[in-house]
């Protein structure tokens, strides 16, 4: 037991992280990935999703314009995540009980595919 609550194992937290970044994407970017899976490494926490690009963004990156499309998705993508930061944090620091001190994330246009890391403050100590 850890402060009155139960220990939770690795696969549970990255559970619930992945439950969470794919409730997070769904109320806040728009829609949710088609498939995810959360990577606990020490204190890094990487979240791999697939599926994440729209109808529309995929149309746009295969217009006569992608490049400039591929700028504009990947720049709106960025600010969408920094928008709600705040809400990625708080429920990181709610599943792991550890405060997050950076953020990092990708997103391919190619592929559909988003990448997701966050450092934390302390190594988590699971099974």
Known sequence: MVRGLLKKTRGQLESEI????TRFEKEHMGRGPLEIKTYIIEDMV???LKGVLTKAERALVKSDRNVRARELIKEVRNELIENGRSILEDMIRN??????????????????????ILTLDKVLEIE
Do not use: A
């Open 18 to 21: 992945s439950d969470g970044i």
């Open 95 to 116: 599943i792991t009980r550890r405060k997050v001190k950076s953020l990092h994330t990708d997103i391919s246009t190619i592929t559909g595919e988003k990448i997701i």
């Open 46 to 48: 990487i979240i791999r």
